[in-house]
């Protein structure tokens, strides 16, 4: 049930009183933010006004909360010095984040919002939007707990309590031990502290418990981010340059929307639609994504036609193979759809080694054989006591059998040669793959209907 704007200015009241006494303070961002959101549907200048009423931290806390949208309303009606307030207060992730919006929408007011801030962290949000958002960089805070080999674990201690009451540091989970150099060394739970004494130093920890030294390149693709956290359980991964040099992390929240937008990009993908043009409010952008796969698939569906009238004569003939042509194609297109799926996912997760790409084919084509012989005996058997003639049994039998192969095959093969091309397998594989299995369906059977049965 909707609430109107009084109830919610109310319990956004609320919630800031928890937050300002510091009652779980990340969750009453996300709660008000969510609240700004349902007055933002009710009225836009009121929701701007309740936004730039919050105080500095709390503004920045759920500005990071709110929907992109939302998010561009904000930064549009906010000045550049006041934002440049807000985002001292973020992370440097978020803080990139944020600037990198400001510019897609005003390169000027950008740049005048970093000459506000102050000149160590313009420095390092510059370097961080000068990633590619593909690039495990774009996506790495700066804050974190670091130790040297040769320190104690009490004056550590001692570091990151003052850090934690400055407020120059969240979510400290772990601690990334580094030379004097600052070279990696290896980074652990900040719980497996607890057991040593703060007399110990941490080369002799290092010796006896070992640290794990799993690390990313800036320049790295997210990809290789997602298949590291998922293979080594990680929920922070470290940030190095090609000299070990430690850069920064990469934190949970921002592994976890990774994950998200690289199923998401996935799905949209294999729709044919891109999640920046579905998540605009401009419905034009929208429909001209989609316009375009439309327009593709439009001429896929005219070759397929092309196929079906060099047979017109065999149609005309036999009135039943018209009956029975959806039936083939929809067969080969299921099927095709399956391997690709696949496929495409085993390869998003990191799966699917480019040595292996023959197993893969392999492994499909036998699923789409066996599946082929089955329903091409159950089709037969059908089209024969439907129609009362088994030569059509027959036909639609190899037919289904021949596009269930081909859909195995291609289903597993498009993606692969995608990838290798440098070409986002989830894009445009399954109109090529609709293509083949239309194609290939129609000429199979009204190839063999006019070889057998005429």
């Not at 940030?239 to 998401?264: H, S, W």
């Not at 989830?426 to 006019?450: H, K, N, Y």
């Amino acid at each position: 049930m909707d609430r109107n704007i009084d109830d919610l200015c109310i319990e956004i009241e609320r919630r800031i009183r928890l937050f300002s006494e510091g009652m779980d303070e990340n969750a009453q961002a996300y709660e008000i933010a969510e609240l700004l959101e349902e007055v933002r549907e009710h009225d836009k200048r009121r929701f701007i006004e309740l936004l730039k009423s919050f105080p500095e931290d709390l503004k920045a806390d759920v500005l990071s909360e709110l929907s992109k949208n939302a998010q561009e309303d904000a930064l549009e009606a906010i000045d550049a010095k006041e934002l440049a307030d807000i985002i001292e207060e973020m992370d440097t992730d978020d803080a990139a984040d944020i600037v990198q919006q400001i510019e897609e929408i005003d390169e000027t007011k950008a740049e005048e919002v970093l000459d506000e801030i102050d000149k160590e962290e313009s420095r390092v949000i510059r370097e961080l939007i000068s990633y590619d958002e593909n690039e495990a960089g774009a996506h790495m805070q700066t804050e974190l707990f670091k130790a040297y080999i040769d320190e104690t674990i009490g004056d550590s201690i001692k570091r990151l309590k003052e850090m934690k009451r400055e407020g120059g540091l969240d979510n400290a989970y772990h601690v990334f031990i580094v030379d004097r150099r600052d070279r990696f060394l290896g980074m652990m739970p900040l719980e497996d502290l607890v057991l040593q004494g703060p007399g110990e130093i941490y080369r002799n920890v290092l010796e006896k418990e070992g640290a794990l030294t799993v690390t990313v390149h800036p320049k790295e693709s997210i990809d290789r981010v997602i298949e590291l956290a998922g293979n080594y359980n990680m929920n922070v991964i470290p940030v190095v340059d090609e000299f070990d040099i430690l850069l920064g992390r990469i934190t949970a929240d921002d592994i976890y929307d990774l994950m998200e937008k690289q199923a998401t990009d996935q799905i949209y993908g294999m729709a044919g639609v891109q999640e920046e043009s579905e998540e605009s409010e401009n419905i034009v952008e929208a429909g001209k994504t989609r316009a375009f796969w439309l327009g593709i698939n439009l001429l896929t569906a005219i070759a397929a036609s092309i196929v079906i009238g060099l047979f017109d004569s065999t149609i005309q003939s036999i009135v039943a193979l018209a009956v029975l042509m959806p039936i083939v194609a929809s067969m080969g297109g299921n099927a095709g759809t399956q391997s690709l799926t696949v496929t495409v996912r085993q390869l998003a997760l990191g799966d699917i080694d480019p040595t292996e790409a023959r197993q893969v084919i392999t492994k499909e084509v036998l699923l789409s054989l066996g599946n082929g012989l089955i329903y091409a005996v159950v089709m037969g058997l059908i089209a024969y006591f439907w129609f009362d003639m088994p030569l059509l049994g027959i036909v639609i039998a190899l037919s289904m059998l021949i596009n269930l192969l081909a859909a195995g095959f291609f289903g597993a093969t498009i993606p692969l040669i995608l990838k290798g091309l440098g070409i986002d397998p989830a894009v445009g594989s399954t109109v090529l793959l609709t293509t083949v299995t239309d194609v290939v369906g129609f000429f199979s059977f009204l190839g063999l209907a006019t070889i057998i049965l005429l």
